[in-house]
């Protein structure tokens, strides 16, 4: 994809180039909101299951407390060790993890919506051409993803040590506490430190949210040539959409004429129109238009008409109304139907007087 200067992009993208940059995966999503709503859902989760990590761990150190060890070195135990410990790290752990994989999954489908870019996972040269790699590394938004990442950092940080210093400077009174209360105070530290983290992260959330939105629109924009072209390949070209129109006029035209030989009556404003109607009682429910004519294309229909004998009948204001309301193919309007068959009568009558004569 070509290079654009930014600021000639001021065309609104299509949905063609929308749709072409969610096939490539380039979609506007901020991992920030993501990371917010992770944690929350985090907190929430490990504050309702407190109880419950308490149990486990109680359990295990009760565990651990009545083994009964010696000097050698027994597999079974270890093992059934290795076992125990994993198994209460799995519990503790569980729900907050199902928990953040959910709203993890959830939250992209709110962004983005489902999505299946399997063009992310072609292999292409630029991705590991170092030229390339160093060119990104230096980009505008490379430069914007490190300053907010260091910004986010200290922000954080400051308001966590802030509101978090007497906590900090007080852990050793942990040591004097039963297990139980040490286990719930430092809980609560932790669980306070991840909601102070929470605040500072939901400022980050919605001013990186509006940056990536706002990125990926300027990004999505297009120059008016490049819009141009897109229209021109999506519509195609319109010199050979007016050749191909030509051609199938043509064509319609030449499909027309062969059937002029088969009318019955060709009604003529004598100077300008020419129309061929067809009357066949056992395949038709009226009349029909099978070709019609203007000026040198008139002319033509009454020369073939002549030429295999098809009668001639003037009508100027019939002539007219056919023309201008009836399509090549379709049936005569019940309005027309007494004008037309009058023309037809008169013609089935003159056809019979000929057959007598002969």
């Avoid at 060890?69 to 290795?82: A, Q, S």
């Avoid at 198994?87 to 907050?96: G, H, R, W």
């Avoid at 001013?207 to 008016?224: E, G, H, M, V």
């Avoid at 109607?277 to 229909?301: C, F, Q, T, W």
Wanted: contains cysteine; hydrophobic residues 45%; proline residues 3%.
């Amino acid at each position: 994809m070509e290079e654009e200067n930014d600021s000639e992009k001021t065309e609104e993208p299509s949905a063609r180039r929308i749709e072409e940059f969610r096939q490539r995966g380039e979609v506007a999503s901020s991992k920030e909101l993501n990371s917010v709503l992770i944690l929350s859902a985090s907190i929430l989760t490990i504050g309702l299951s407190m109880t419950f990590v308490f149990e486990q761990i109680s359990m295990y150190f009760e565990w651990i407390s009545n083994i009964e060890y010696d000097k050698t070195f027994r597999e079974d135990l270890f093992k059934k060790f290795v076992e125990k410990s994993a198994m209460t790290m799995l519990k503790c752990c569980a729900p907050v993890m199902a928990v953040a994989g959910i709203v993890s999954f959830l939250s992209n489908i709110a962004q983005i919506g489902l999505l299946f870019a399997p063009q992310v996972l072609e292999l292409k040269l630029e991705r590991i051409n170092p030229i390339s790699g160093v060119k990104k590394l230096f980009s505008v938004r490379s430069l914007a993803e490190g300053l907010k990442a260091i910004l986010k950092f200290v922000f954080i940080l400051s308001i966590t040590y802030y509101f978090l210093k007497e906590d900090i400077y007080s852990y050793r009174g942990f040591l004097h506490l039963e297990f139980q209360n040490s286990f719930f105070h430092g809980m609560w530290i932790l669980i306070k430190l991840a909601f102070l983290i929470l605040i500072g992260m939901i400022l980050v959330a919605i001013l990186d949210f509006a940056y990536q939105k706002i990125s990926y629109q300027n990004k999505l924009r297009q120059t008016k040539e490049a819009a141009k072209r897109e229209t021109k390949e999506q519509e195609g070209d319109p010199e050979i959409k007016q050749r191909i129109r030509t051609i199938q006029r043509e064509m319609a035209q030449k499909r027309m004429m062969n059937d002029v030989p088969t009318a019955d009556v060709i009604v003529t404003n004598p100077t300008h129109y020419s129309v061929a109607v067809k009357y066949d009682k056992e395949n038709m429910v009226s009349p029909k238009v099978i070709a019609k004519g203007k000026d040198h294309l008139a002319l033509r229909i009454r020369e073939i008409a002549k030429e295999n004998n098809i009668p001639l009948v003037e009508n100027i204001p019939l002539a007219r109304n056919l023309y201008n309301s009836v399509k090549v193919g379709e049936e005569i309007p019940r309005v027309l139907y007494k004008a037309v068959a009058e023309i037809l009568a008169f013609v089935y009558k003159l056809k019979r007087k000929e057959k007598a004569l002969s």
